[in-house]
């Protein structure tokens, strides 16, 4: 298991999902964002008000070999974590879907659809405290932080064409490369923040909300 | 016990519209055996078992031109045996039974477990492969299919999406209406990479359903069955065999034959097994293909090529080969008799081999009991005659009906008012067909 990758990606999805003042990250012990998996299956959540447990879809896993990788889950175990969190005061957080959304209503109902269609080989399922958690646990992305934070490409971005780098760089820089001579727009900033908010829920682009050379835990 | 009552239950609830499965006929079979150096037993006479047969459909269809042939199916499902028992044949016997009461059925030449190994439940599996190994002949040919990994993969993110989707409805409709509209939104998702990969999968699923689902059907029983089954697991190529060795069976090769070699990568998987203590097979031969027929069905569509019924176009040159077939067109022909020496039979058995493979030609081993002569009184097998009969009483706009070699055609009803009338008495020739029509006064000026 590549924890520390883990813990980029449980970082990054945070950041989107708008928490703040993450100062620690931990590996399944106390941290101001816990991450773990559910293998060997969870009996008990870490003791935190941040916790990500990642997930993966068998299907995803057999499709790709990207990393980092998470232990398969079904739907009925991600139900089963919902409900298992609730009970520590713990709720899902999930945005949006952008595929197949009618009819999902709950945050489990989200999580379950984002994890098998989008085939992250590790998606961070987010829970935080009941009491801050948004009605039935629909966040906002917030997606302005992403240029905060480091770009990796995987495949080739629908939008950005040659200038997608398949090594960490860092939003500013990146924004740079694509006004390229141009004058700048206070759009551009949001509409790649946009672009690849989009791309990395798809799986194409690995996005950081930390410097990815240093090791996270 | 409680997984044996739930199917009972489901596939008495919801009855799956069964149909003859062309790759599990025995002539199908002894081909593919021929062709791997194995002496099938001739289908005419042969003795098959259908372990999970449904409503019979794939034995009655088959027996229907194989009078001398006998057919023995059970199934747990007595709603579907029932409705198979309705359209007796005596060279057809269905029974109620689970898989464990199924013992001592005898010895076959062929036993078929056609949409059983993915769907059961484990235990059944066991039991499934350990009864084809006791009901196998010596000499005797099994076929087995089920999902297959890799390719199964983007139908196992479908089924697990369906399953949760439809999780709290009851009405067996109304999940597989929520399953297709979860399907037809994924199907329309832009995307690259998985993504990309999963909305292909869901376009070929809603295809793949539209087609096959029957016109007059309130809803796809197959997407009750399949996608939303509470037992569907795929096997790996590698996996199915270890299963197989471990139930004292050998693979024989798959069916239809594989293109092009490499790792199997399709969703689907079907196999012929034997007895591991049967002679074991050999490479697939070219040379083989001369001891079979070729079906010749050739329609010519101008500019010398012709279009055969699996829609591949052929132009065929010179005098020999597939020009000679075409010539014999429509019917079987000897591949023997195609060429006048071993060079040109060599290179025509490669060609054949090949499109056999591609599926463009249809290859036997048996010839099948069916002729191309036209007649004033034409007769087509009475379980077909009753079939047509049958939907044309029942008001239906179509129904399928199943040819000598075991293919199916969604037939409408307006043929069905024909064919219902090919007892091999009746006068139907085409002057018979026109006195007919205007005596009915269905023809206007013009």
């Known amino acids: 298991m590549n924890w520390n990758a883990l813990a980029h990606r449980a970082l990054f999805t945070a950041t989107l999902y708008g928490q703040r003042n993450i100062g620690r990250v931990a590996i399944q012990s106390s941290g101001d964002l816990v991450v773990t998996v559910d293998e060997p299956r969870l009996e008990v959540f870490p003791q935190s008000k941040l916790v990500a447990v990642m997930v993966a879809s068998t299907a995803a896993l057999a499709y790709s070999a990207s990393e980092p990788r998470a232990p398969a889950s079904t739907p009925e175990r991600i139900r089963e974590l919902v409900e298992l969190a609730a009970r520590q005061h713990l709720s899902l957080i999930e945005p949006e879907l952008l595929v197949a959304a009618a009819g999902a209503k709950t945050a489990a109902d989200r999580a379950v659809r984002a994890t098998l269609i989008y085939g992250s080989t590790a998606r961070a399922l987010l829970f935080i405290e009941t009491r801050s958690a948004p009605k039935n646990g629909l966040v906002k992305l917030h997606e302005e932080r992403v240029l905060d934070g480091w770009i990796e490409a995987r495949i080739p971005i629908e939008g950005l064409a040659e200038l997608a780098p398949n090594t960490p760089t860092t939003g500013r820089d990146l924004l740079r490369a694509v006004r390229g001579n141009r004058p700048a727009s206070s759009s551009d900033g949001p509409q790649l923040a946009k672009l690849l908010a989009r791309a990395w829920r798809e799986g194409s682009v690995e996005l950081y909300a930390a410097d990815p050379a240093q090791p996270l835990v | ?446």
Not at chain 2, 77 to 93: D, F
Not at chain 2, 310 to 328: F, Y
Request: hydrophobic share 45%; glycine share 6%; aromatic share 6%.
């Open chain 2, 1 to 446: 016990v409680a997984p044996a009552r739930a199917m009972t239950f489901r596939y008495d609830d919801v009855p799956y519209d069964s149909e003859a499965c062309t790759d599990a006929h025995p002539a199908a079979l002894a081909t593919i055996a021929r062709l791997a150096g194995l002496d099938a037993a001739p289908a005419a006479t042969a003795r098959v078992l259908d372990i999970g047969c449904g409503n019979g459909e794939n034995l009655l269809a088959a027996a229907a031109y194989l009078p001398e042939a006998s057919f023995v199916g059970f199934d747990l499902s007595k709603n579907a045996i029932a409705a198979g028992q309705a359209n007796a044949l005596p060279n057809v016997r269905l029974f109620v039974s689970d898989i464990e009461s199924a013992n001592d059925l005898g010895s076959f030449d062929y036993v078929v477990a056609h949409g059983m190994l993915s769907w059961v439940p484990e235990e059944v599996r066991r039991k499934l492969l350990a009864l084809m190994r006791a009901s196998l002949a010596p000499n005797g040919i099994g076929f087995i299919d089920c999902n297959a990994l890799p390719g199964w993969e983007m139908r196992r993110a479908l089924r697990e999406l369906a399953r949760d989707a439809t999780r709290a409805l009851g009405d067996p409709a109304a999940k597989v209406a929520e399953t297709m509209k979860l399907v037809s939104e994924i199907a329309r998702a832009k995307g690259g990479g998985f993504l990309g990969a999963l909305a292909s999968a869901a376009r070929e699923y809603a295809d793949h359903i539209a087609r096959a689902t029957p016109p007059d059907a309130p809803f796809s029983r197959y997407v009750f069955h399949d996608l939303l089954a509470d037992c569907n697991d795929p096997f790996s190529f590698t996996e199915l065999e270890t299963r197989l060795s471990a139930a004292r069976l050998r693979l024989i090769s798959e069916t239809p034959l594989r293109q092009a070699p490499g790792p199997f990568t399709g969703p689907f998987l079907q196999v012929l097994v034997q007895r591991d203590d049967a002679p074991a097979p050999t490479a697939i031969s070219a040379e083989r293909v001369l001891d079979l027929d070729l079906w010749a069905d050739f329609l010519p569509i101008g500019g010398g090529a012709y279009r055969t019924t699996n829609g591949a176009v052929v132009r065929p040159v010179g005098d020999e080969g597939l020009a000679r077939a075409v010539r014999s067109a429509p019917g079987f022909v000897a591949v023997r008799e195609l060429a006048d020496d071993d060079t040109s039979r060599h290179m025509l058995a490669e060609q054949l081999l090949a499109g056999f493979r591609e599926g463009v030609f249809t290859l036997t081993a048996d010839r099948p009991p069916c002729t191309t002569s036209a007649t004033d009184a034409p007769r087509v097998a009475d379980y077909v005659r009753a079939r047509a009969e049958r939907a044309v009483a029942a008001g239906a706009k179509s129904a399928v009906l199943t040819n000598a070699i075991h293919r199916s055609f969604r037939v409408p009803r307006s043929e069905l008012e024909i064919i219902r009338t090919f007892d091999g008495r009746t006068p139907c020739s085409a002057e018979e067909l026109v006195d007919r029509l205007r005596r009915h006064l269905f023809l206007v000026p013009g």
